[in-house]
Nanobody
Framework: QVQKVESGGGLVQPGGSLRLSCAAS?????MGWGRQAPGKQRELVAG???????NYADSVKGRFTISRDSAKNTVYLQMNSLKFEDTAVYYC????????????WGQGTQVTVSS
């Protein structure tokens, strides 16, 4: 399981920035972040493979940056130029292969963009 989602969420004004981090235990291949706003389905925000290849949802390209520290098994999400519509619970995820391929999700952290 993804055992820990570190602090990073919170309340921020539009245009502000936040940095999320998530430390995982065990094997980790692709790591990333998803989010779920009230009344909406969870959507993928960004991911980074074990060899550093990144991908982003169109809605966050140019504003969010994902990175990972493989030595610490930690993934980060730097969020800049935050908008009202970025308000959601953010979940980190880790893709694993043993004992079977699966995606494990963290507990989630609230990000609220409000003036």
């Amino acid at each position: 399981q993804v055992q820990k989602v570190e602090s990073g969420g919170g309340l921020v004004q539009p245009g502000g920035s936040l940095r999320l981090s998530c430390a995982a235990s065990g094997e980790s291949f692709t790591m990333g972040w998803g989010r779920q706003a009230p009344g909406k389905q969870r959507e993928l925000v960004a991911g980074v493979s074990s060899d550093g290849i990144t991908n982003y949802a169109d809605s966050v390209k140019g504003r969010f940056t994902i990175s990972r520290d493989s030595a610490k098994n930690t993934v980060y999400l730097q969020m800049n130029s935050l908008k009202f519509e970025d308000t959601a619970v953010y979940y980190c995820y880790v893709d694993r292969r043993n004992p079977f391929p699966r995606r494990d999700w963290g507990q989630g952290t609230q990000v609220t963009v409000s003036s």
